[in-house]
């Protein structure tokens, strides 16, 4: 990548740290506090995500619609990535697991959202998300539209070339929880283990239920 | 599968004479046609001097690097680490999320099961070797 590019990125990075940091604020200081023994950051008021097109690895549209009727995990990776990325998928499908006594209307539907559209196509997606767990889906697509979203989520992620022409993607390792109704709810800060995982999302959707 | 993992075990005790003991190696079982994946270990320094661990190396792939996954203010990054020293009597973690022989471009495919060998290259020009198995998790 070019220096002026990079800087680009970097900016890029900030505005959404800044967005995210920005929300955070705004939500924290609106409606009831979250009772401190969940080990999760809850919004107290939940925020609408702003509307999507993007793919899932079936090839399928993957739009604001898909996020209804279900609580959703969704986390934040690429295929390119040796050891955070395929740690937390095989975190999540032992945390589904672990949550399959819930009833099915509170079990949550899996999804990866890549940060690395260039290289994550579906067919790559389709081959590796599956893999970890049947019911995961990976969704990709345009930069723009990648762009865009995690812009909206607040989540930060920058290619970082490496010297030998390749690249790296650093990015946010939280969990993000979506509500049935499609707004971000909560988050969870890695590191992830899947059994603090299962019980931080029923503590969370429980206290969310109720609340 | 028994023979396999006492073959493991075996291996993983016989490591060159340089009186570092590799415990618990898997490698982490990756989706077909992955470009890369990671290696685990603990490396316990056996001797009464510092262990400085400088390069790796696999038949198995073309580039392997010595990477620290690093999260601070909810980013994970990955971190090349050009030497990891252990002290006499100390044992290093290489583990998820942190510590890990990075490894990129396999020459074939890497199946569950399957026994990878690797050489850790010190400082003083030894060659620690082991061998680690193809697994989703650890055990």
Redesign the interface.
């Known amino acids: 990548m070019s220096v002026p590019l990079r800087i680009i990125a970097a900016i890029l990075a900030l505005l959404a740290l800044g967005a995210g940091a920005y929300t955070a604020y705004r939500l924290q200081s609106a409606g009831p506090a979250a009772p401190d023994d969940i080990d999760a950051t809850i919004f107290n008021a939940p925020r609408p995500i702003p509307g999507f097109a993007l793919t899932d690895h079936n090839g399928e549209a993957f739009d604001p619609k898909r996020l209804q009727d279900h609580w959703t995990l969704l986390f934040f990776g690429f ?6 990325c ?2 937390t998928l ?1 975190t999540l499908a ?1 945390s589904r697991a672990l949550l399959s006594d819930l009833p099915a209307s509170l079990q949550p539907e899996v999804v990866l959202i890549s940060v690395d559209p260039e290289r994550d196509t579906v067919e ?1 997606l389709r ?2 998300v599956p ?2 767990d049947p019911t995961f889906i990976g969704v990709t697509g345009t930069t723009a539209e990648i762009d865009a979203l995690t812009a909206a989520l607040g989540v ?1 992620h920058m290619k ?1 070339p490496r010297e ?1 022409g390749d690249y ?1 993607v ?5 969990i993000f929880l979506i509500d049935p109704t499609g707004r971000q709810a909560a988050l969870f ?3 992830h283990e899947a059994a603090s995982l299962a019980a931080r999302y029923k503590a969370t959707i429980s206290y969310l239920e109720r609340r | 599968m028994r023979i396999l993992v006492w073959a493991v075990l075996l291996l993983s005790a016989c490591s060159g004479g340089s009186d570092a003991v590799i415990a618990n190696p898997w490698v982490r079982a990756m989706p077909p046609g992955s470009a890369m994946t990671a290696a685990y270990f603990e490396f316990s320094n056996r001797t009464g001097s510092d262990q400085t661990i400088v390069a790796a190396s696999s038949d198995a792939f073309e580039l392997v690097e010595i990477h620290r996954t690093v999260t601070a203010d909810g980013i994970s990054r990955m971190q090349q680490e050009d030497a990891v020293v252990v002290a006499p009597g100390e044992t290093v973690s290489f583990a998820p999320q942190g510590r890990h022989l990075m490894l990129m471009r396999p020459r074939g495919t890497i199946q569950p099961g399957q026994v990878i060998g690797f050489d850790l290259h010190l400082d003083d020009g030894q060659i620690v070797t082991f061998s680690a198995e193809v697994r989703q998790t650890p055990k």
């Open positions: 295929t390119h990535c040796p050891d955070v395929p740690t095989n032992r790559k081959d590796y893999f970890f930060a970082v030998d790296t650093d990015h946010s390792s939280a800060s890695a590191p």
